[in-house]
């Protein structure tokens, strides 16, 4: 996931257990804050 | 990902073909090109119009005087908002039914303070219950470098009005630090609690800092916004959320 310069990884070597990056419930929380997000950006970008 | 607040740099050859290339090279999408009050980069913005690029959409600045910008422009599709300041608020007049109609976006300027453009706003709102309003620049939390003591009570007072969007953005102008500007989070972080992610956009103010750190002020302002949210916190701040950025000109 790509977000403004920013690459949230979620390469192996990082997902041990201190790291919860590839945990299904952050990604659908990192979902809902970018919909948020977004929100505003396809009020402004309707057709995009 | 949008950036919600920029203008552009007239010092180059192609202010927007320059911008294009920020954007490509931050993976930001799409952007809402502010007109300046030097009107400088006007020209860019007609050629906006005049040629419409998919990823920008603009705003241009009220200028009550000469009865800008016309009715004509403001119509324009690539038009979704228009700057006005504080002191010009109440000279809105039909212009303000017309953004309220079709659903365009008030940007406030804060020339006065946020205090000012908070009481202009509630009185506005009172006249026109659907205008959307988008204030930038993180309600303005300092004057020239001193904290605004209106800034609280003011924000406070804006949470309160429906249909408002705050702009995480201009990081650099209100910091009296070095990047990543740790003294201006705390209004973000203030803001957050008060507006909730759904009434945020995230912009840049380019060009006014460091321009070769585009994607990395754009990143920081995200950041901000999304560390808020507890399970973030973490990888945020951890190795995870590496930092990338263009290489430098």
């Known amino acids: 996931m790509s977000i403004g310069g920013y690459v949230l990884s979620a390469a192996p070597n990082i997902s041990t257990g201190r790291f919860l990056t590839c945990d299904e419930g952050i990604r659908a929380k990192a979902s809902r804050m970018v919909k948020n997000l977004k929100r505003i950006e396809k009020a402004w970008f309707p057709v995009s | ?249």
């Open chain 2, 1 to 249: 990902m949008m950036d919600a607040y920029t203008h552009l740099d007239m010092s180059a050859a192609d202010p927007i073909a320059e911008f294009q290339l920020r954007l490509s090279s931050s993976r930001i999408e799409r952007a809402l090109v502010v007109e300046k009050w030097s009107g400088d980069n006007l020209p860019c913005l007609e050629r906006i119009v005049n040629s419409p690029l998919p990823e920008f959409r603009i705003a241009p600045c009220f200028r009550p005087e000469p009865g800008l910008p016309s009715a004509d422009f403001l119509s324009e599709d690539a038009v979704i908002a228009l700057r006005v300041k504080t002191a010009d608020l109440p000279l809105l007049g039909e212009m303000g039914n017309s953004l309220e109609s079709s659903k365009k976006w008030l940007v406030v300027h804060a020339e006065k303070g946020i205090a000012a453009l908070v009481r202009q706003l509630i009185s506005i709102r009172k006249r026109h219950q659907q205008l959307r309003v988008y204030v930038p620049h993180l309600g303005w939390p300092r004057k020239e470098g001193v904290d605004d003591k209106d800034w609280e009570g003011a924000i406070m007072e804006l949470s309160q009005i429906r249909g408002i969007v705050i702009g995480i953005s201009a990081i650099a102008h209100f910091s009296r630090e070095p990047f990543p500007h740790n003294d201006v989070a705390p209004f973000a972080s203030r803001l957050l609690q008060l507006f909730s992610s759904e009434c945020l956009a995230v912009g840049s103010d380019y060009p006014m800092f460091e321009k070769d750190r585009y994607a990395a002020y754009m990143g920081l302002a995200i950041k901000w916004v999304y560390r808020t949210v507890p399970e973030w916190s973490p990888i945020l701040e951890s190795d995870c959320f590496s930092n990338h950025l263009p290489p430098s000109r």
